[in-house]
């Protein structure tokens, strides 16, 4: 009787300890799946080599996957006569892309193993890559992802954080979210690589005082005060395709391309930070790499009950 008693208990603790029944674990496609990660990687160095802005660009994808009701897949589905999803958003639409990446990894993905890997863990690991290729640290994601069914384009325009944001309203925005304000400092990094539209920065360049005056000059010979509004300017002048912690040095410039970047130092509470991570590779990237599992774990859908593994990332199977 206690031999079985002591087979039953363990049992527990293995159904309910799996990633399957609700956690998350770096080892989830060990066994299921054991080339994904490695096929990730190498679709993600192609696309990168071939596009450096793709590494932000795919690194967003996740960023506005995660903050849209959790890391669930959902800015990857496409609108149809029935259902609406959160690529027309106001901050994704024209905007958002990387989509033909993941739609190659997920194509290679189902060749080596149909239906086990999640189009949201494809874009955590995606996420990793990028920055990997770019220089930036590494971390251990964490998988084990479902995809939903569904998307919500009134999450994707009210809980995305805004350009003009102010620093209260980001610290907010990322606290709704279970994240902290030194998280939302951390991510914010993410932006010492990728390129900003002429319409999302336009009243910071032109209207505001809080911005080195050369530096308006410089971009406002690619975003006119009126047209050009996808016209692109990096959102780190100095080195747009290098993961590193210039981002920070150009905030205590007055060099933020967005309202929202220059907020992180404007004589607030997040300038000690910004000053540390601006002096400090090193300290930036191990917050960097740390806040991006923090987001990574926001609500996922886990668990064999709750959503579902796509077939085609763009569409509910």
């Known amino acids: 009787m206690k031999t079985n008693t002591l087979i039953a208990c363990l049992v527990l603790v293995v159904l309910c300890s799996s990633p399957g029944n609700g956690q998350l674990s770096s080892t989830f496609y060990d066994k299921m799946c054991p080339k994904a990660l490695s096929i990730v990687k190498a679709a993600v160095k192609q696309a990168v080599a071939k596009e450096n802005r793709m590494g932000a660009s795919l690194l967003r994808l996740h960023f506005h996957d995660c903050f849209v009701n959790g890391c669930d897949g959902s800015i990857l589905l496409d609108d149809s006569a029935n259902f609406t999803g959160e690529k027309t958003a106001g901050s994704n639409n024209n905007s958002v892309r990387g989509f033909d990446v993941i739609d190659t990894i997920k194509t290679q993905l189902e060749a ?5 890997v999640s189009c949201a863990d494809i874009l955590a690991t995606a996420a990793r890559d990028s920055v990997v290729q770019l220089g930036g640290p590494t971390w251990r994601v964490q998988l084990g992802r479902r995809d939903s069914r569904s998307a919500s384009l009134s999450g994707a325009n009210s ?13 907010s925005s990322f606290s709704n979210k279970g994240l902290s304000t030194n998280d939302m400092i951390a991510l914010s990094g993410a932006h010492t690589i990728g390129q900003g539209r002429c319409t999302t920065f336009r009243t910071h360049v032109y209207n505001e005082t809080n911005i ?10 690619n975003c006119p005060s009126t047209g050009g509004d996808n016209n692109l300017s990096p959102l780190d002048v100095q080195s747009s395709t290098v993961f590193d912690n210039q981002y920070y040095i150009n905030l205590k410039s007055q060099k933020g391309l967005l309202h929202s970047n220059q907020e992180l130092f404007n004589g607030g509470s997040a ?3 910004v000053t540390t991570y601006s002096t400090n590779r090193n300290t930036f990237f191990t917050d960097f790499a740390a806040a991006m599992v923090n987001m990574g774990n926001i609500s996922p859908l886990t ?3 709750a959503g579902e593994v796509r077939k085609n990332c763009r569409k509910p199977n």
């Open 159 to 171: 809980q995305i954080p805004a350009f003009t944001s102010s620093l209260s309203a980001l610290t």
């Open 112 to 116: 080596a193993c149909i239906g086990i």
């Open 271 to 273: 300038d000690s930070q």
């Open 303 to 305: 668990g064999t009950n």
């Open 212 to 221: 080195n005056s050369a530096f308006a000059t410089s971009v406002k010979a």
